[in-house]
């Protein structure tokens, strides 16, 4: 039987900030699955192209899927500008997820996103700096 858990480790590698900028989280599902994230900012703030990036692989017995959210993009090269740039073309993802959340309201239907949901995750980190600090994988209740 597996045991949903959380192991991450944490620290400040990057940039002398008083956060932690770099991690890896590994999240065991309660079927066996293991999930593993990468929460770090480890692109040169002054020189990376845009504020961040979002990918995900999904690895399964059936193939392989890989994500670039922020791909919808074109580079940029200007002599106003220090460093190359991305310039969105594609969709607005928090447009998306906030007109979703209002239509929700407005047809008196659920949230997409519920409160509870939010709570999990908000538990799901504060294990994870749990884990962190001790080393140590800790349970997921």
């Known amino acids: 039987m597996y045991k949903r858990q959380v192991y991450a480790e944490v620290a400040t590698r990057y940039y002398e900030l008083p956060v932690d900028d770099c991690g890896i989280v590994l999240i065991t599902m309660e079927n066996g699955v293991v999930v593993s994230l990468d929460p770090s900012w480890s692109r040169p703030a002054q020189s990376f192209p845009t504020w961040g990036d979002v990918t995900m692989e999904v690895t399964g017995t059936q193939g392989i899927s890989s994500i670039d959210v922020f791909a ?65 994988p800790v349970a997921v209740h």
């Open 72 to 136: 919808q993009n074109v580079e940029m090269y200007s002599n106003r500008h220090i460093r190359a740039r991305l310039v969105p073309w594609g969709d607005d993802f928090d447009r998306l997820m906030i007109r979703d959340w209002l239509a929700a309201l407005q047809a008196g239907k659920p949230a997409p996103i519920t409160g509870e949901d939010g709570l999990r995750a908000v538990e799901l980190v504060e294990r994870a700096y749990q884990s962190a600090r001790t080393h140590q």
